[in-house]
């Protein structure tokens, strides 16, 4: 094949390489150069990318444009075509047949169908070796190269190379030249910015210089300065430059939100350190990332701001390009961002200087007056109108312009002022306690341009002076507060029979307060040695009270012992005597110090009260005796009266048996008077003064609750009067105070309050409106929820352990309170205690009559027969064989029980109707009143009779029984057991 090369071929490359022709443009000139040697050759040259090791099209003007696409961008590799192994050797590859060659059986797709059947590859290289390309000649025939085309292929990778290696060193001169220009910017930003931060002082100035700069200079598009907002974990931005276009607004930065928290400004705020975005487009944690090239910014630069050593801020810079901020420019702005930093600390500790240099000025002015007023403020100096007096003379010299200046201090109802003073527009006030007030005015306008004529200083020292006066007004009135504890403590140690001792050591000297003086029947300041001390111990005392001592001393801790004393004057006294051991540093005994009461009239109480106890369970004996002793009495009455009431009235027998009759009623008037013993005697209601009955109770209260419970009676004078009976009323305030003692264990306090109340309508729902005498019993126990204050009144509920209550007090009490036409309100918290507060009628005539005749009220029933159904149920077998009989002859159906349970299945059983149940009221296992109120929720119109050996009202409220059921007290004869029956039924036969 003849090759025609005209010698200006290659001239013309060259000159297009010298003249700086595009590299595209020149490749191609050689490509089309060497096709022209022959219409078969087709030219392909491709440029190495060392980054990525891939060939990419460099010009290839007969390649079909599929061949070219797939062929650019090929990864070099043996077997990878001709040009990437040619590549990878390193040396030329001739492929004369590229349907069979291996290099070519992943790539024989591109070309074989283009007729290109050949291909020969060379590497261009550089004069150093280094790989620049390829250059590649397609044949349209399996054949090799003849040595002609070696040549042409040779020339042609030269002038490539050539052509390759200027372009780099232009690219390179340019990358120089920018580079040397982007230097220059950044370096004219530090220097300007530094000159800048020389001359300014203010924080918002050098946030602004920070911003302007670096966009004036040509650094970058965009400059903001925000500061982190702990609080809110947000950086607020506080200025700004450049292409912002509501960029900066619209974000929001803050370290705590993973969403957000992992950008450059949250990563140089939590690193402390510099954070660079190259390219935003690519970097996944730049959050705000659309908006940001929405813009034209490609690249992100942050540098905290520091206070000290904690960052507070950023300074984040933007540039329109990619891979803007290299290690140099990195380097330099975190100095400038660190100089910004220097300055601003600089500012602010220049600012506080001069703050306080000034303020110590007025501080001199300040601390003169408040010296001088300190000097008058002696401590035994009474707060009187002369102490007020001079503090006001020392106010106007310590302001601005004294000779027209005036001022007022005021103490309560103490005044002084300075001879001139009157209220004028140029005034200065502040108050101080609760009492106090200093009042500064000018007499006339002061010569100053600004509209305040008082200065900042001024305010406060009016305040500091008021701080002052109010501090040592305060310690005066606690001084005098506590010289009047000090005398109450004395009087209520008096009162309390108890006084204070201490005993230094290792002297042994003993002080002690007057009231042990007059424990002892000694005089008063007298201070006896603990040796004259223990002599005043009855003889069998003495040693308990020093081995106490001594155990104190050496490490066993306080004491507190009941001893008897014999007084100087003879006197045999009990004492509660207390000691507390104070120790030092190494553990050495340094002090006794404790106290002394006396206890003897406790121990009297206590006494008493123990008898009390003893005559209560002779009482409750008394009673359980008069109990059993009724029923026997109801069978012996009982069956005199039938046995008598059978025989003609000619019998002799019949005398007998009225005797037999009258034998049991002096009997049962016995038992009354058991029972009157035992306080369960007929009730009698009467006027009754509240006051008075709490004042006869209190003795017996005190003795009730114990030592440890506190008392307290807040009687209301001119109390109204009530309509009740007084042994109900004890009973209820005696079960109130031994609930609330069992509430406070045993420790606590108590206390009784009256008073007179009037109830408007709608006030409360519980208590209907009315006048009342209020009755409130309050205690500092353990207190109630909701589920206990719920069921309190209910019988038998009790909250206290097996055997130590019946749940029958406060159904009592309600029993007692409701009956008497009173009511009952419960205030309670769990922790909180309790308060029951019961309303009593108070009564006039009208009300008090009606009462009368609501008691003396008894049914008088036309006859004592009847043919009505009777469920009666008795335990005492012979008292219920009595009651069936006598109730059956009067024509009654009588179906009887001896317990509650069987007289519950009668009732369930039974088809016909019970028109009365008659029980006892104590029976073992369920209760006369508990039968009633299960066989009435089954039979709600079943009347109820109970029946019982004691008293009526109080055996009744004493099970819980409602006031509307009616009562038979044993004993009983067949006449008052059928009128109750009969009653109970109404009067009219059914």
Not at 19 to 42: C, F, N, R, Y
Not at 50 to 67: F, I, K, Q, V, Y
Not at 219 to 236: C, I, K, M, S, T
Not at 414 to 430: C, D, I, M, N, V
Request: with cysteine; proline share 5%.
């Amino acid at each position: 094949m003849a090759v025609h090369t005209p010698d200006g071929s290659q001239y013309g490359v060259l000159e297009r390489v010298a003249t700086g022709a595009p590299l595209s443009d020149t490749l191609l000139s050689i490509a089309k150069l060497v096709e022209a040697q022959g219409p078969e050759l087709v030219c392909s040259i491709l440029l190495f990318d060392t980054e990525r090791r891939t060939l990419r099209h460099g010009a290839a003007p007969s390649l079909p444009p599929d061949a070219i696409e797939r062929i650019d961008g090929v990864v070099v590799g043996l077997g990878v075509g001709s040009c990437g192994t040619a590549a990878q050797l390193g040396d030329e590859v001739i492929v004369e047949d590229i349907a069979t060659h291996p290099y070519w059986e992943l790539y024989r797709d591109i070309v074989l169908p283009h007729g290109l059947r050949a291909c020969w590859s060379t590497p261009i290289f550089s004069a150093e070796r280094e790989l620049l390309g390829t250059f590649a000649l397609y044949l349209r025939e399996s054949r090799g190269p003849t040595p002609v085309e070696r040549e042409l292929v040779a020339s042609a990778t030269h002038l490539a190379a050539i052509a390759i290696l200027r372009e780099r060193s232009e690219r390179l001169l340019r990358q120089s030249e920018a580079r040397a220009r982007q230097l220059a910017r950044l370096y004219s930003v530090s220097s300007r910015v530094n000159e800048a931060i020389a001359r300014l002082r203010e924080p918002a100035d050098l946030y602004d210089v920070a911003c302007r700069i670096p966009v004036e200079q040509g650094l970058a598009e965009l400059a903001w300065v925000g500061l982190y907002d702990e609080a809110r974990d947000e950086v607020v931005p506080v200025a700004r430059f450049g292409r912002d276009d509501g960029y900066v607004d619209a974000i929001r930065l803050r370290l705590r939100d993973a969403a957000i928290g992992q950008g450059p400004a949250a990563t140089a705020l939590r690193t402390g350190g510099p954070a660079v975005t190259n390219d935003v487009a690519t970097d996944p944690d730049f959050h705000y990332r659309e908006e940001a090239l929405a813009r034209g910014l490609r690249s992100c630069a942050v540098f905290p701001l520091h206070e000290g050593d904690q960052p507070v801020g950023v300074l984040a810079l933007y540039g329109a390009e990619a891979g803007l901020f290299r290690e140099e420019e990195v380097r330099v702005l975190a100095a400038l961002a660190d100089d910004i930093s220097f300055a601003l600390g600089s500012a602010a500790s220049e600012r506080e200087r001069q703050r306080l240099v000034s303020a110590l000025g007025e501080r001199v002015k300040e601390l003169t007056l408040l010296h001088r007023a300190a000097r008058v403020l002696q401590p035994e100096r009474p707060v009187d109108a002369a102490l007020l007096a001079d503090l006001v003379e020392l106010v106007p010299a310590a302001w601005q312009f004294p000779d027209l200046c005036a001022a007022r201090i005021q103490w309560g109802s103490l005044e002084a002022k300075t001879g001139a003073f009157r209220e004028t527009p140029w005034q200065l006030s502040a108050r101080f306690g609760q009492l106090g007030a200093i009042d500064v005015v000018y007499l006339e306008q002061p010569p100053v341009a600004e509209p305040e004529p008082f200065l900042s200083e001024e305010r406060e020292l009016v305040r500091s002076l008021g701080d002052l006066l109010a501090s040592h007004f305060r310690r005066a009135a606690a001084e005098h507060a506590l010289r009047q504890n000090e005398e109450l403590l004395r009087i209520a140690g008096q009162a309390a029979r108890l006084g204070a001792w201490s005993l230094a050591l290792p002297g042994g000297a003993i002080t002690w307060s007057e009231e042990v003086c007059a424990i002892h029947d000694l005089p008063p300041g007298t201070s006896p040695t603990l040796e004259e001390l223990v002599q005043f111990c009855v003889p069998e005392w003495r040693s308990a009270l020093l081995q106490a001592v001594q155990d104190a001393v050496a490490g066993g801790g306080g004491f507190d012992r009941e001893l008897e004393i014999e007084t100087a004057q003879g006197r045999r006294v009990w004492v509660r005597v207390m000691g507390n051991p104070e120790y030092d540093a190494s553990g050495r005994c340094v002090r006794l110090q404790g106290a002394i009461q006396d206890v003897s009239e406790r121990r009297q109480l206590e006494a008493e009260l123990r008898q009390a106890q003893k005559m209560e369970a002779i009482g409750q004996l008394a009673g359980g005796i008069a109990h059993d002793f009724n029923n026997l009495l109801s069978v012996i009455l009982s069956y005199a009266v039938l046995v008598r009431d059978g025989l003609a009235a000619s019998d002799p027998a019949r005398e007998d048996l009225d005797e037999i009759a009258r034998a049991s009623t002096r009997a049962a008037e016995l038992t009354q008077q058991l029972l009157a013993f035992s306080r369960k005697q007929v009730l009698e209601p009467q006027e009754l003064d509240l006051g008075r009955v709490l004042v006869h109770l209190q003795k017996m209260v005190v003795r009730l609750i114990g030592p440890n419970v506190r008392l307290s009676l807040r009687p209301s004078p001119a109390l109204g009067l009530i309509w009740a009976d007084p042994g109900q009323i004890e009973q209820v305030i005696l079960n109130l105070v031994v609930n609330a003692r069992d509430a406070m264990n045993g420790a606590g306090s108590i206390t009784l309050e009256t008073q007179n109340m009037r109830v408007e309508a709608g006030q409360t729902r519980e208590v209907e409106p009315g006048d009342y005498v209020l009755l409130s019993v309050t205690d500092t126990g353990a207190g109630m929820d909701e589920h206990t204050r719920a069921r309190i009144f209910e019988p038998f509920f009790t909250t206290k352990e097996l055997g130590k209550g019946t749940g029958l007090g406060l159904s009592t009490v309600w029993g007692i309170v409701t009956q008497s036409g009173g009511h009952i309100v419960v205030e309670s918290e769990v922790g909180q205690g309790t308060t029951f507060r019961i309303y009593l009628r108070r009564v006039d005539r009208s009300a008090r009559e009606e009462l009368v005749r609501r008691e003396s009220r008894l049914p008088r029933p036309a006859t004592l027969r009847g043919t009505e159904t009777i469920l009666l149920v008795e335990d005492q077998d012979q008292v219920r064989v009595l009651a069936r009989e006598i109730l059956e002859r009067a024509g009654y159906r009588v179906l009887d029980a001896q317990n509650g349970g069987e007289a519950f299945l009668i009732a369930e059983q039974h088809d016909g109707c019970i028109h009365l149940l008659l029980t006892d009221v104590v029976m073992p296992r369920m209760s006369g009143p508990e039968l009633a109120l299960r066989i009435t929720a089954m039979r709600p119109d079943l009347r109820v009779l109970y029946m019982s050996g004691y008293a009526e009202d109080e055996s009744i409220q004493r099970e819980g029984v409602g006031a509307d059921n009616a009562f038979l007290a044993k004993p009983f004869t067949p006449e008052k057991l059928l009128g109750a029956v009969r009653g109970a039924l109404g009067a009219a036969g059914r």
